[in-house]
């Protein structure tokens, strides 16, 4: 197979991260039958410094002519201040907006050798296994804004077009694993999750009424997923409760640098990112933890071209390297001796390559 992948390393350690990924995919190249060209553009603050535009034409264009779409991370302090005409973040809703993928799949798999980074005691991560489905391109990211001095709104609208896309996803990923959902809204305070909230429920009813649907308020599903994370299968919910959740939950896995995502659209043209930001405490020292990013890959891999051994040799390669001991300083062990990004890029290569 012959893949162009269009790389967009953005700010932070959006590049340090991305380029560990990239090498990973050459690792894959080099065991035969793939073969992966990479082009480069600029997004984010990067590309504001060059161009003025967070998601400039050129790097546009190379996203329609990719066959997937591999992101770092954007923004950082340099582009934040409040009065600032154009912002780093703009340019990734531009890009996700472009490629309208409209599910956002994070999964949330514990596994022992990360049980010592986490917070939460080992009991409540045995078994974990959860796909968040983020609604990615509606809601309040997206509605309309404006500010003044003394006041500022954002507007979330959904349509029904949108929730029913988002939710069908979700269900049939369901299908394929543990035949469950839990769809978390707000539909106690908010119109847009009372429509949600029907919208899904009729769903189930009629085409998807062999699996299990729970729902919850977005405030007590914060609370379950640290009290009961294995009770849930796959969980859907709009964009912004989906972005919050995500990062409370990337902590059953230890840290942030860990998770990978998946956005999809209806041809399953992919962008794929850590779930993490650009990092700018700790941009440019070389000890950002790139699983996140090379677990990207490896759902790029799975999604797209639908090489699931590929895929699974990544993942299990990632594993393999941090069983073996090899840990950035975010998830470092017990005696906290870690390693750098390359030395972690280097070690899950290693294993890939020995395991050809
Ligand atoms: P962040 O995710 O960048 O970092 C939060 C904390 O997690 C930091 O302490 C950071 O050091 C740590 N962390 C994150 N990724 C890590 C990794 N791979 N290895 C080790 N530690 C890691 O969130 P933030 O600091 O709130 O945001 C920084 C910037 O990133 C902001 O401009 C924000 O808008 C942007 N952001 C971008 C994206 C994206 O590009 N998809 C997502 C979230 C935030």
């Known amino acids: 197979m012959e893949a162009l992948i269009a790389v967009l390393p953005g700010d932070g350690i959006g590049p340090e991260v991305t380029r560990e990924a990239t090498r990973v995919l050459d690792a894959i190249a080099a065991r035969g039958a793939h073969r992966f060209e990479f082009k480069t553009a600029r997004v984010g603050g990067a ?7 967070a998601f400039p034409d050129d790097t546009r264009a190379l996203v329609a002519e990719a066959d997937a779409v591999l992101l770092g991370a954007v923004g950082g302090p340099k582009w934040s201040a409040p009065d600032a ?20 799949l994070r999964p949330v798999k514990t ?5 010592p980074a986490s917070p939460l005691r080992p009991e409540y991560l045995e078994n974990v296994d959860i796909m968040v489905v983020r609604e990615l391109t509606g809601g309040i990211y997206f509605g309309d804004r404006s500010r003044t001095e003394d006041a500022a709104m954002d507007v979330c609208t959904y ?6 896309r988002v939710v069908r996803m979700a269900a049939n990923l369901a299908r394929d694993r543990r035949g469950k959902v839990t769809s978390v809204d707000k539909a106690n305070v908010l119109d847009t999750s009372r429509l ?48 919050i959740l995500t990062d409370e939950a ?8 860990m998770l990978p995502s998946a956005s999809l659209n209806e041809h399953r043209k992919g962008l794929y990112e850590p779930i993490h930001g ?30 699931n051994d590929e895929a699974e040799a ?43």
């Open 250 to 257: 990337s902590m059953l896995c230890g840290s942030l640098g």
């Open 314 to 356: 990544i993942e299990t390669a990632v594993y393999a390297a941090l069983e073996a001991g090899y840990r950035t300083a975010d998830v470092a062990g017990p005696d906290g001796k870690a390693c750098n990004t390359v030395a972690m890029g280097d070690a899950i290569i290693a294993v890939l390559m020995n395991h050809g």
């Open 278 to 307: 650009s990092a700018p405490d700790i941009a440019g020292r070389g000890i950002a933890n790139p699983c996140g990013a090379i677990l990207s890959v490896a759902l790029l891999l799975r999604y797209t071209f639908g090489l």
């Open 111 to 115: 596994r022992p050798v990360l049980y």
């Open 159 to 164: 349509t029904r077009p949108e929730i029913e």
């Open 47 to 53: 590309a504001i410094d060059a161009s003025g535009s």
């Open 85 to 104: 005409p154009v912002r780093p973040e703009q340019g990734l809703l531009d890009l996700r907006a472009a490629m309208n993928v409209y599910a956002n």
């Open 196 to 243: 949600w909230r029907s919208i899904t429920d009729e769903l189930f009813a009629s085409e998807f009424d062999d699996l299990e649907l729970e729902t919850l308020l977005v405030d007590a599903a914060a609370m379950h997923l640290l009290t009961r994370p294995a009770d849930f299968d796959v969980i859907v919910t709009e964009n912004m409760f989906g972005d």
